[in-house]
């Protein structure tokens, strides 16, 4: 039973990691800026496109392959400085404190803008690089062969969640961000500059999510409409957990790669249903999510 | 408002004309108009200040009940499918709406977005039933038992569609007069108070979403006629988003703005597509920031603004 079953936890949970480093952003951005920002995805796109861009110059310039590794790093960290601080400063900030309806429509213009620039800048073809998978190889357990990639990914996802935890609880940034969440009149008055935390936890959302993107291109490849499928993935996600919720994102991430792995195996024509079912059915029972407190405050 | 009803008998005699003066843009005017249907239904939730991002499901649903009908029953008259699935929509509607109706803000938008990506998931998997991807065909329906080619059904239509047009907007316009309207309005404003007003937010709701689905579904069955083909992309979220775009792009303080909305955007798109394919939605981001920002009114509020100062709603005025 448990031969047959390893392999499914293992292409769950490295599903799980993918879905979770997107889904962590987007909770995080909401929590801190109370904004549910629909471009998400693109930046999880673009990350993709910057990686494999990165990953397929590596090759052709005859550099050594092992590079593509901090190539997968760098491009996130290359989206995130570049775009984070641009975006907020110039819309996001604008919309805070506005209707609900306003801040959806203000992230729905910048989600539009964005897909057509990246089908401007990297055309309409799927690129598909995968390097660094192929690099790892794959280590065999009990005659079934596990890519090696993937608990790599396992690994990351870890580490991003207690990266993020101690973040938040252990340092100063992460108890300035808590203060500025709790309180942002308060926390302006004690002199706190909240203008650079929204930055800062903006930009961390966005290096999430393109993080998310750089990680996915070796197993997945990277084409037009990924931004919007990972948007409304993310969503589920992040509304399973409870928004706002970082623990939250990571056991909604497990729970819906599980349902959709389950029914990759069982109900092949259920599998992009699945995370929406559960999403209902959750969303139907506790509102606020599996985690989410009534006043979602948290972080 | 007299200046108003001129204009908007100008510009609905210029639209009666488009058949003989511009050809080509009579299917782009048919389009227009019955997405302008789903962004009326879309403006009276924002009204309510909720945002669907998931209106395109009942525009699907619309459509693909047309198709339905023609496909199993081979009942083919144009009047009796725009009927059926504006009513079974309605049904969809009521019965989605009875859940959803209970949530408010980002849950309610999230919860709309769910149940369309649930519906557009079974759309394209259900190959036997839906067609999956390919989606299915809708052969040219007859108009009350007579048999037309192609082209003379397209003109038919469009004078339908011109003419619901017409019925819906006075209609909208007394509905919005009436007690039940500014009820609507009101969940806006100040829910609690309409509450102790003895009026239960739950019931306008129920209503002003089962409405807003059969408009939904009146337009995706236009589309389903006069396109001839049935996709499950009709009911993608960013289809949704398109549907609140226009909405708020015509404004959403009157019955006209949407539709005004979806007309321009529909000319503008086909003006645009070849100029610059790719970056069709690229201007269409940057339209609706700017009228985010500078014209929150929408293009409608331009029409009121210099004709009557006091009858526009903002979108996302503060709550007080």
């Known amino acids: 039973m448990l031969d047959m079953a390893l392999p499914l936890i293992m292409d769950a949970l490295a599903n799980a990691a993918l879905i979770f480093f997107v889904a962590v952003g987007l909770t995080l951005v909401f929590s801190v800026q109370r904004i549910l920002n629909v471009a998400h995805g693109s930046f999880y796109s673009i990350g993709a496109y910057i990686a494999a861009s990165m990953g397929l ?22 989206v995130a400085m570049v775009l984070g601080p641009l975006v907020e400063r110039t819309l996001i900030r604008w919309t805070y404190g506005r209707h609900e309806a306003i801040q959806i429509l203000v992230t729905f213009g910048l989600f539009l803008i964005l897909e057509d620039l990246q089908r401007l800048v990297f055309g309409v073809r799927s690129i ?11 280590t065999e357990i009990g005659g079934i062969f596990y890519l090696n990639y993937q608990l790599l990914l396992i690994v990351l996802a870890l580490a991003v969640l207690f990266g993020m935890r101690f973040l938040i609880k252990h340092t100063r940034l992460g108890r300035l961000l808590v203060a500025v969440v709790a309180d942002r009149e308060v926390s302006l008055a004690m002199g706190i500059n909240t203008d650079r ?25 990277v084409a037009p409409g990924l931004g919007a499928e990972t948007m409304v993935l993310a969503f589920a996600v992040a509304a ?4 706002g919720q970082i623990e939250g994102a990571a056991v909604a991430s497990i729970i819906v790669a599980g349902a959709k792995v389950l029914a990759v195996y069982y109900a092949p024509a259920f599998d992009t249903v699945a995370p929406f079912l559960v999403m209902l059915a959750v969303l139907l029972v506790r509102p606020n999510g599996l985690f989410g407190t009534a006043t979602t405050r948290k972080i | ?56 499901m009942f525009y699907a649903a619309g459509a ?15 009047f009796v499918l725009l009927i059926a699935s ?18 408010r803000a980002i849950f309610f938008a999230m919860l709309n977005l769910a149940v369309s990506m649930v519906f557009f998931a079974l759309l394209s998997k259900l190959y036997g039933i839906t067609g999956g991807t390919d989606g299915l065909r809708v052969p040219v329906p007859t108009v009350l038992g007579t048999t037309l080619t192609k082209a003379g059904f397209d003109i038919v239509l469009f004078y339908v569609a011109l003419a619901l047009m017409a019925i819906i907007a006075g209609l909208g316009v007394q509905f919005l007069k ?12 100040n829910e609690v108070r309409l509450e102790y007003l003895g009026v239960s937010a739950w019931s306008v709701l129920l209503i002003a979403y089962t409405i807003s689905a059969a408009l939904a579904g009146l337009g995706g069955a236009i589309a389903a006629v006069s396109i001839g083909h049935v996709l499950p992309e009709y009911a993608y979220w960013t289809e949704s988003g398109h549907l609140v775009l226009t909405a708020v792009l015509g404004g959403i303080g009157g019955v006209a703005g949407p539709f005004i909305g979806s007309i321009f955007l529909e000319i503008v798109h086909t003006v645009a597509v070849g100029v610059a394919h790719n970056a069709w939605n690229l201007i269409m981001g940057a339209t609706l920031l700017l009228v985010i920002f500078f014209l929150p009114q929408g293009l409608y509020g331009l029409v009121t603004k210099s004709a009557d100062k006091t009858s526009s709603a903002k979108l996302g005025e503060n709550k007080s």
Do not use: C, E
């Open chain 2, 64 to 78: 693909y009940t047309a198709a339905f009908i023609v496909l199993w029953s081979g009942i083919s008259d144009l």
């Open chain 1, 240 to 243: 399973i957990g409870g928004l």
């Open chain 1, 128 to 138: 598909y690089q995968d390097t660094p998978m192929a690099l790892l190889g794959v």
């Open chain 1, 197 to 221: 935390a929204f930055v800062l936890a903006f930009t961390l959302g966005v290096f999430l999510a393109a993080l998310g993107g750089a990680l996915a291109t070796p197993t997945t490849g």
């Open chain 2, 178 to 189: 009436s007690p039940l309207g500014h009820a609507v309005g009101a969940i806006h404003t």
């Open chain 1, 57 to 78: 110059w590596l090759i052709s310039a005859g550099l050594n392959p092992w590079l593509s590794f901090p190539a997968l790093l760098l491009s996130a960290a290359l």
């Open chain 2, 1 to 56: 408002m007299k200046i108003i009803y001129a204009l908007f008998a100008a510009a609905f005699a210029a639209l009666a004309i488009v058949p003989f003066a511009a050809p080509w843009l009579q299917f782009v005017l048919t389009i227009a108009i019955a997405k302008g249907f789903a962004a009326v239904g879309v403006a009276l939730l924002l009204r309510a200040g909720l945002i669907s991002i998931g209106h395109a």
């Open chain 2, 86 to 103: 504006t009513l079974v929509t309605a049904a969809i509607g009521a019965l989605v709406g009875a859940y959803l109706v209970r949530y």
